[in-house]
C-alpha cells in the first residue's frame, strides 16, 4: 500500500523535472543572446538610425520566424490568442526597440540600464494585478538585490562622461513600460498558442508597425558599412527570433514575475561580453553590481524547501487541474 501510494508521484517527477530544465535551458539561452545585443546595437546604432535599425532587426526576425513556421506547418493562432499577440507585438516588438534605440542616443548607456531595469519590477506588479500571480518573498528579495546590481553597474557605466536628457530619461521609462506591458499581454497568448506561433505573429506585428521607417532604412543600408549590416541582421536572427521564441517557450512554464527577474542577468553577461569582445575592462564597482544581478537572479528563482508526502490518487488528479489552470 505505501508503495502504491508513492507511485504517481514516481511517474509525474521525472516529466516535471525534465519540463523545468527545459525551461530554464530556454531561459538561459533568451538571456545570452539579449545580452549579445548590447553589444551588436552599439555597432549597428552607429549607421543605422532608432527606426531603420529597429524595422531591419524586426524584418529579418519575421522572415527566419515565417520560414520555420512553415517548415513546422503550425498555421495561424487560435482566434483566443490574437488579442495578446497584437498587443505584446505593438508594445514589446515595436514600441520597446523603438524607443530603447532612440534613448540610448540621448542619455549614456549606464543611465538608459538603470531606468530599463524598472521593467522586470512593472512585470511583477502588473502580473500580480492583472494574471493574479503572486509576489513570494524570495521573488521581491532576489529583484530588490539584482536592482542594487543593475544600479551599480548603471553608475560605473555613466562614468564622468555620462549624460542624461530629459527626453531620453523619458523614452527609457517607456522602453521599460512598454517592455512589461509586453510581457503581461504574451503570457495569456501562450495558453492557447505555441511559443512560435506567438513570437512569429507577435514580431510581425512589431514590423508592420515599424514599416514607416522603411523611408529611412532603405537609403541608410546602402551607405552603411557591411559590419553595420551584419549586426542589424544577427539582431533579428538570434536575439529577436530564436531568443523571443526560447523566452516565450520559459515563459509558458513560469510565471511572468519569476521569467521578468531572469533577465537581470543580463547585466551581468553584458559586462564580460564587452570585457571579452570590446576589450573593456569592468570595474570594481562594475564587477560588484554583476554579481549582485546574478545572486538576485538566484534567489528569485529559487524555491522554499518543502517537506515530500505521499501523494494519493485522488490529490494526483486535483493537482494535475490545479496545474493545468496555472498554465
Not at 514600441?95 to 549614456?108: H, I
Not at 542624461?164 to 506591458?181: P, R
Not at 529611412?216 to 539582431?235: G, K
Amino acid at each position: 500500500m505505501w508503495a502504491e501510494g508513492w507511485a504517481p508521484y514516481r511517474r509525474a517527477m521525472p516529466k516535471t523535472v525534465s519540463s523545468a530544465r527545459l525551461a530554464l535551458a530556454a531561459a538561459g539561452v533568451t538571456v545570452v543572446l539579449w545580452a549579445s545585443a548590447f553589444v551588436s546595437i552599439r555597432s549597428a546604432g552607429a549607421a543605422y538610425s532608432p527606426g531603420a535599425l529597429a524595422l531591419g532587426r524586426l524584418l529579418a526576425g519575421a522572415l527566419v520566424l515565417v520560414a520555420v513556421l512553415l517548415v513546422r506547418r503550425e498555421g495561424l493562432p487560435p482566434r483566443a490568442a490574437w488579442p495578446g499577440i497584437l498587443v505584446s507585438g505593438l508594445l514589446w516588438f515595436g514600441v520597446y526597440m523603438v524607443v530603447l534605440n532612440w534613448g540610448e542616443q540621448e542619455v549614456d548607456a549606464g543611465t538608459a540600464a538603470m531606468l530599463v531595469n524598472i521593467g522586470p519590477i512593472l512585470i511583477a506588479l502588473l502580473g500580480a494585478r492583472f494574471l493574479g500571480e503572486k509576489l513570494p518573498p524570495r521573488l521581491l528579495a532576489g529583484m530588490a538585490v539584482s536592482f542594487a546590481g543593475a544600479v551599480a553597474v548603471g553608475l560605473s557605466m555613466s562614468g564622468e562622461d555620462g549624460h542624461a536628457s530629459v527626453l531620453g530619461v523619458a523614452l527609457c521609462l517607456l522602453a521599460a513600460v512598454a517592455y512589461a506591458g509586453g510581457v503581461v499581454a504574451q503570457k495569456p497568448a501562450l495558453a492557447h498558442a505555441s511559443a512560435l506561433q506567438v513570437t512569429t505573429f507577435g514580431c510581425s506585428i512589431g514590423a508592420v508597425a515599424c514599416l514607416p521607417f522603411a523611408g529611412q532604412l532603405v537609403p541608410e543600408a546602402a551607405r552603411a558599412p557591411l559590419s553595420a549590416t551584419a549586426n542589424m541582421v544577427y539582431l533579428g536572427v538570434f536575439p529577436t527570433a530564436l531568443a523571443f521564441t526560447t523566452w516565450a517557450y520559459a515563459l509558458a512554464r513560469t510565471t511572468a514575475g519569476r521569467m521578468g527577474a531572469t533577465t537581470y542577468a543580463v547585466p551581468a553577461l553584458v559586462v564580460l561580453m564587452a570585457w571579452a569582445l570590446l576589450g573593456e575592462l569592468p570595474g570594481a564597482l562594475t564587477l560588484v553590481g554583476g554579481a549582485l544581478c546574478l545572486a538576485g537572479v538566484a534567489v528569485s528563482r529559487s524555491r522554499p524547501r518543502t517537506a515530500v508526502r505521499p501523494v494519493s490518487g485522488a490529490d494526483t488528479g486535483l493537482e494535475e487541474a490545479a496545474g493545468e489552470r496555472r498554465q
